[in-house]
């Protein structure tokens, strides 16, 4: 069995709870007892696949917002704390890799014509 590595964001509480609550129930599908309950216990309210480009920007996107919004995070991989200069670098490395395999796949398939 293949264990999924994820990366997970962690909203802390403080006073703005509920802003964080009604922001994060507009942009994921857990419910208001569910975010309220992470938020509480320190769990992760969003976390992705650490190989899914679009999780991560999709997690990059609500850790800006939630940033600006005064929130104090944390991001975790395997429950160890990472900065978000790995997420963006894990990012790019995906995207690069996307474009390797493109340019493998052109450069195979154009031998056959």
């Known amino acids: 069995m293949i264990a999924i590595t994820t990366i997970d964001l962690v909203v802390f ?9 009604r922001f994060l129930r507009k ?15 320190g769990k992760p309210v969003i976390q992705c696949d650490y190989y899914n480009r679009d999780e991560l920007m999709f997690l990059m996107q609500c850790y800006k917002k939630l940033l600006s919004m005064g929130a104090k ?5 395997e429950g160890r704390s990472i900065p978000i200069e790995m997420v ?3 990012i790019e490395s995906i995207e690069g890799i996307e474009i390797d395999r493109e340019r493998i796949d052109n450069l195979t398939f154009d031998d056959f014509e």
């Not at 509480?13 to 609550?21: A, G």
């Not at 995070?73 to 991989?77: D, G, K, Q, T, W």
């Open 88 to 90: 963006k670098n894990l």
């Open 13 to 21: 509480h403080d006073s703005n709870v509920t802003t964080y609550i």
């Open 73 to 77: 995070l944390a991001i975790y991989e």
């Open 27 to 41: 942009k994921t599908t857990k419910s208001i007892m569910e975010i309220k309950q992470c938020i509480n216990l």
